[in-house]
């Protein structure tokens, strides 16, 4: 029997805030060089908002200053930990991720703190560290925009019946989704087609 396929970003859909920096900043050792790391990131953060870096290049800063060289035992510990502290919001709260839908959490974020958040039925696809020895030594897949329809297609899935998601960055999940509810905050707006998400965030086609 085929089952309605429903897809879930998380940063700012399912929680209140971004994670990233969060989790770079609670795994992080609290030692002399921490404050300096924050700034450097920060400074990092925002040339990647005037697209002076890219996404990816992004958080390989992040994982280079706050995260190569933990072992893989210790990131699940952190990772672990961290899922605790992120506010989730109503729709995380109040839907139902155990019905018998077909479930996908794909996010940006890293698998890592995302997965321990859901009942596993639920697939959590995202973005991935590199191990190497059992240590963190870089980013070795980074789950955002076109690559997480990438994501999907690697599991099957060719066509979305709803989508939830609070971006334009999500564009691409949306032109393969029957239906895409974009959320802002505790508000969710649907929109029916690719057209009414892109006038949604007064885009051209």
């Given at each position: 029997?085929?089952?309605t396929?429903?897809?879930f970003d998380f940063d700012k859909t399912l929680s209140y805030s971004d994670t990233l920096f969060g989790f770079f900043s609670s795994a992080s050792k609290k030692n002399i060089t921490y404050p300096f790391k924050v700034f450097i990131y920060v400074f990092t953060m925002v040339l990647a908002k005037f697209k002076v870096l890219s996404n990816t290049e992004l958080k390989r800063v992040?994982?280079?200053?706050?995260l190569k060289g933990m072992s893989q035992s210790q990131l699940k510990v952190e990772a672990l930990n961290y899922s605790k502290k992120i506010k989730l919001n109503t729709l995380y709260k109040e839907f139902d991720f155990l019905s018998k839908d077909t479930i996908y959490i794909v996010s940006a974020s890293f698998i890592d703190y995302l997965r321990p958040l859901f009942p596993?039925?639920?697939?959590?696809?995202g973005s991935q560290l590199m191990f190497q020895?059992?240590?963190?030594?870089?980013?070795?897949e980074?789950?955002?925009k076109a690559k997480k329809v990438d994501a999907l297609s690697k599991e099957g899935v060719e066509v979305i019946d709803v989508t939830y998601t609070d971006s334009y960055s999500d564009v691409s999940l949306a032109a393969i989704s029957k239906k895409t509810i974009i959320v802002n905050g505790?508000?969710?707006h649907e929109c029916e087609n690719t057209s009414a998400f892109n006038a949604y965030f007064n885009k051209k086609q």
């Amino acid at each position: 029997m085929n089952t309605t396929i429903i897809v879930f970003d998380f940063d700012k859909t399912l929680s209140y805030s971004d994670t990233l920096f969060g989790f770079f900043s609670s795994a992080s050792k609290k030692n002399i060089t921490y404050p300096f790391k924050v700034f450097i990131y920060v400074f990092t953060m925002v040339l990647a908002k005037f697209k002076v870096l890219s996404n990816t290049e992004l958080k390989r800063v992040g994982i280079a200053l706050f995260l190569k060289g933990m072992s893989q035992s210790q990131l699940k510990v952190e990772a672990l930990n961290y899922s605790k502290k992120i506010k989730l919001n109503t729709l995380y709260k109040e839907f139902d991720f155990l019905s018998k839908d077909t479930i996908y959490i794909v996010s940006a974020s890293f698998i890592d703190y995302l997965r321990p958040l859901f009942p596993s039925n639920v697939r959590v696809l995202g973005s991935q560290l590199m191990f190497q020895e059992e240590t963190v030594v870089g980013l070795k897949e980074n789950c955002f925009k076109a690559k997480k329809v990438d994501a999907l297609s690697k599991e099957g899935v060719e066509v979305i019946d709803v989508t939830y998601t609070d971006s334009y960055s999500d564009v691409s999940l949306a032109a393969i989704s029957k239906k895409t509810i974009i959320v802002n905050g505790d508000k969710m707006h649907e929109c029916e087609n690719t057209s009414a998400f892109n006038a949604y965030f007064n885009k051209k086609q």
